[in-house]
């Protein structure tokens, strides 16, 4: 087995790889140049453009649903602005935040810690009262007469996750800072974010709203032939794959990051066949690949009780491979929350999640009348088996039994 192993390794070592720079088409990579995206990023840069003559931007605000490009237009702007501020010595200071990454922005008192330690702050992950992490924040701002451009990606899932509160604390520090000024810029692809946020942090956040409008085939296809090149050696992906690869992504909501994920994951596949080009077959091979993990990483992401009636649906119809009843569903539900030591939910409430996992496209339910016993739902398991071991193995690890 490790002789076996050993060759996999020395022929991948020999092979030619397809890839010239594979980082290029990863989403945190910030390219040269953005195409279709010129007049956003010009009036994002004609928003900031104050912060080099020290004056305090407006805050901006930037909609758009995933793959809009919003983040990385906004970085290849800060990345800019940064640049000049370097070469002219003006106190500028760009913090960007990835406000969906755990351990440091679920909470207020780490996402202000986090800003706190961009200035050199040596902050304890936790144990401070939070008013004082708020004056050690304060404090460190004010040092010096400054303009601090504080990027909050995913600003909703900061929000969901503290509340709004702290979007007022930073919009009211302007107020009382003496030297330094804070900007803030907001991505989101949450459209309607703003209609829940209280009309004090609304009024004081937006002041200039931008939305990004999602890209059709055609830009997507330049955006990946952009790409490729810098990502693939010449002469390595066939006629009709980024055409294919735009025209997925464009049925996406036009998502480019799903497109780049797409022709990487297709690349990567093609390597793994030891061919010379990747071709289209690789490209719906990472479909489906892409999907496959998609789908676990949201049953993942679930509560417990959705956990737990799913790994009952999946278990019951491994067995049958045959319809099954929201009765005998609950039933079983019932006794594997016993095991997990978990209270159960009414069957009314079993009924409105096995309807959310009929919109999440994992099974059919189908709404059947039963005549003088009521209405029961049909359900049948809408996933390849391939899919559902994938996510028993995941639920098995995160619930720690066998029904």
Same mark, same amino acid.
Not at 280 to 296: G, M, N, Q, W
């Given at each position: 087995?490790?002789?076996?192993?050993?060759?996999?390794?020395?022929?991948?070592?020999?092979?030619?790889?397809?890839?010239?720079?594979?980082?290029?088409?990863?989403?945190?990579?910030?390219?040269?140049?953005?195409?279709?995206?010129?007049?956003?990023?010009?009036?994002?840069?004609?928003?900031?453009?104050?912060?080099?003559?020290?004056?305090?931007?407006?805050?901006?605000?930037?909609?758009?649903?995933?793959?809009?490009?919003?983040?990385?237009?906004?970085?290849?702007?800060?990345?800019?602005?940064?640049?000049?501020?370097?070469?002219?010595?003006?106190?500028?200071?760009?913090?960007?935040?990835?406000?969906?990454?755990?351990?440091?922005?679920?909470?207020?008192?780490?996402?202000? @810690?986090?800003? =706190? +330690? $961009?200035? /050199?702050?040596?902050?304890? #992950?936790?144990? %401070?009262?939070?008013?004082?992490?708020?004056?050690?924040?304060?404090?460190?701002?004010?040092?010096?007469?400054?303009?601090?451009?504080?990027?909050?990606?995913?600003?909703?899932?900061?929000?969901?996750?503290?509340?709004?509160?702290?979007?007022?604390?930073?919009?009211?520090?302007?107020?009382?800072?003496?030297?330094?000024?804070?900007?803030?810029?907001?991505?989101?692809?949450?459209?309607?974010?703003?209609?829940?946020?209280?009309?004090?942090?609304?009024?004081?956040?937006?002041?200039?709203?931008?939305?990004?409008?999602?890209?059709?085939?055609?830009?997507?296809?330049?955006?990946?032939?952009?790409?490729?090149?810098?990502?693939?050696?010449?002469?390595?992906?066939?006629?009709?794959?980024?055409?294919?690869?735009? @025209?997925?992504? =464009? +049925? $996406?909501? /036009?998502?480019?990051?799903? #497109?780049?994920? %797409?022709?990487?994951?297709?690349?990567?596949?093609?390597?793994?066949?030891?061919?010379?080009?990747?071709?289209?077959?690789?490209?719906?091979?990472?479909?489906?690949?892409?999907?496959?993990?998609?789908?676990?990483?949201?049953?993942?992401?679930?509560?417990?009780?959705?956990?737990?009636?799913?790994?009952?649906?999946?278990?019951?119809?491994?067995?049958?491979?045959?319809?099954?009843?929201?009765?005998?569903?609950?039933?079983?539900?019932?006794?594997?929350?016993?095991?997990?030591?978990?209270?159960?939910?009414?069957?009314?409430?079993?009924?409105?999640?096995?309807?959310?996992?009929?919109?999440?496209?994992?099974?059919?339910?189908?709404?059947?009348?039963?005549?003088?016993?009521?209405?029961?739902?049909?359900?049948?398991?809408?996933?390849?088996?391939?899919?559902?071991?994938?996510?028993?193995?995941?639920?098995?690890?995160?619930?720690?039994?066998?029904?």
């Amino acid at each position: 087995m490790a002789k076996s192993v050993d060759n996999i390794f020395e022929q991948f070592l020999a092979s030619k790889s397809l890839f010239k720079n594979k980082r290029v088409l990863q989403a945190n990579y910030t390219p040269t140049t953005i195409a279709h995206r010129e007049d956003e990023i010009s009036l994002i840069a004609k928003t900031l453009a104050p912060a080099l003559k020290c004056d305090r931007p407006s805050n901006l605000f930037i909609y758009g649903k995933t793959g809009t490009g919003k983040t990385v237009s906004v970085r290849y702007v800060v990345n800019s602005l940064k640049q000049i501020a370097q070469e002219k010595n003006i106190p500028l200071k760009p913090i960007y935040i990835n406000c969906k990454l755990k351990k440091v922005a679920d909470t207020e008192y780490r996402i202000i @810690a986090q800003i =706190a +330690r $961009e200035f /050199g702050k040596d902050i304890p #992950a936790t144990g %401070l009262p939070t008013e004082e992490i708020y004056n050690i924040f304060y404090q460190v701002l004010d040092e010096k007469a400054q303009i601090v451009l504080l990027v909050l990606d995913e600003i909703d899932q900061l929000v969901q996750k503290t509340g709004d509160e702290i979007l007022y604390n930073l919009t009211r520090l302007n107020t009382e800072l003496h030297q330094a000024q804070i900007c803030l810029v907001g991505i989101s692809n949450d459209v309607t974010f703003t209609d829940t946020l209280d009309p004090r942090v609304k009024s004081s956040l937006s002041e200039e709203e931008m939305i990004f409008p999602p890209y059709n085939a055609t830009k997507l296809q330049k955006i990946l032939e952009n790409r490729a090149k810098d990502a693939f050696n010449d002469d390595s992906i066939e006629n009709g794959v980024l055409e294919k690869c735009a @025209a997925f992504a =464009a +049925r $996406e909501h /036009g998502d480019a990051r799903r #497109a780049l994920e %797409l022709l990487r994951v297709a690349g990567e596949l093609a390597e793994r066949d030891n061919v010379p080009k990747v071709a289209v077959s690789h490209l719906d091979l990472a479909e489906d690949k892409i999907e496959r993990d998609r789908i676990v990483d949201i049953v993942a992401a679930q509560p417990k009780q959705f956990q737990v009636a799913l790994f009952v649906i999946l278990r019951l119809y491994e067995r049958r491979k045959e319809m099954l009843f929201t009765g005998e569903v609950y039933e079983n539900y019932k006794n594997l929350c016993q095991k997990v030591q978990l209270r159960p939910l009414t069957q009314r409430r079993i009924s409105d999640i096995i309807q959310e996992m009929d919109m999440l496209g994992i099974i059919n339910a189908k709404i059947v009348s039963k005549g003088r016993y009521g209405r029961s739902r049909d359900i049948k398991v809408s996933l390849p088996i391939s899919v559902v071991e994938n996510i028993l193995t995941t639920l098995d690890e995160k619930l720690g039994v066998e029904l």
